[in-house]
C-alpha cells in the first residue's frame, strides 16, 4: 500500500522590517517539502490564504501583549507567535489574544518547522528553548552587523518608535534598568555618545541613536514578498 502524500504546511511570515521576514523564509526553504512560505509581509497583514501565520514580534509587542489589530486582521487563519521572549506573561497574553503557539526564536529550523506541523494538526504548542541567549540564532535583525544584539535591536527599533525607557520595559517584560544597561550597550556599539534626559525622552545619545538606526534598516517600509524565495 502506498502511503498518502502530505500536502506541506502554508506559512505567511509577518513583521515590520524585511530582513528580519527574510531570515525566517531562508530558515525554512531548505524543508519546502514539509512547509511552505507562501508570503512574506513586511509592515502589512497577510493577503493570501494560509494555514499558519508565524508573526515574528520583533518590534511589535506591547504591554497588552501581541498587537490586538494584527491579531482581529487574520480572522480564523492560526497565528503562531515567534519572539525572543521567553517570560511567561508573554506567553499567557498571546495566547489570551488568541494565538494558538508560542515559539522562541532560540528553536532550530527542524524545530520550528516540527512546531508548525504539529499546529497545523490542531495541537497547541509553546517551545522555550533560550539558546539565543548565548548568541545562536537562525534568523536575521537590523542591527545586527553593527553587533548588536537581538534584544539590542528590538530596543533600537522601539526608540526609533518614540518610546520610553518604561514603556520599553513593559512592552518587552523586563525592568528598566535592563532597559538602561541594554541602551548604554546599543550606544557604545554604534558609537553615540551623551545621556539620555531623566525621563528617558530626549538627549543626545537617543536623538543620534534613532538617526543611525533610520539610517541603518530600522525604517519601517512595507513590503510583501510573494513567492519570496522564487523558483528552485
Do not use: C
Request: aromatic residues 8%.
Amino acid at each position: 500500500m502506498s502511503s498518502v502524500e502530505v500536502a506541506p504546511v502554508r506559512v505567511a511570515i509577518v513583521n515590520d522590517y524585511e530582513v528580519v521576514v527574510r531570515g525566517v523564509i531562508g530558515m525554512l526553504h531548505p524543508f519546502r517539502d514539509r512547509v511552505v512560505v507562501v508570503e512574506g509581509s513586511a509592515g502589512l497583514p497577510p493577503f493570501h490564504d494560509v494555514d499558519i501565520v508565524l508573526f515574528d514580534t520583533f518590534s511589535r509587542v506591547s504591554g497588552n501583549g501581541v498587537d490586538q489589530a494584527f491579531m482581529l486582521s487574520v480572522g480564523a487563519t492560526k497565528v503562531v507567535v515567534f519572539a525572543w521572549s521567553v517570560q511567561p506573561e508573554a506567553v499567557a497574553q498571546a495566547f489570551a489574544q488568541g494565538a494558538t503557539g508560542y515559539l522562541s526564536k532560540g528553536l532550530d529550523a527542524i524545530s520550528l518547522v516540527e512546531a508548525l506541523e504539529a499546529v497545523h494538526r490542531g495541537e497547541i504548542i509553546t517551545l522555550l528553548d533560550v539558546g539565543w541567549a548565548a548568541g545562536r540564532s537562525e534568523g536575521d535583525w537590523p542591527g545586527r552587523t553593527a553587533g548588536l544584539s537581538p534584544r539590542e535591536a528590538e530596543i533600537l527599533a522601539y526608540l526609533v518608535q518614540g518610546l520610553t525607557r518604561q514603556e520599553i520595559a513593559d512592552g518587552l517584560f523586563v525592568s528598566i534598568n535592563t532597559v538602561k544597561t541594554q541602551l548604554a550597550s546599543v550606544y557604545r556599539k554604534i558609537g553615540v555618545g551623551g545621556v539620555e534626559t531623566r525621563h528617558g525622552r530626549g538627549g543626545g545619545s537617543r536623538s543620534q541613536a534613532v538617526q543611525w538606526a533610520i539610517g541603518n534598516g530600522f525604517a519601517i517600509e512595507p513590503k510583501r514578498l510573494v513567492n519570496p524565495i522564487g523558483p528552485d
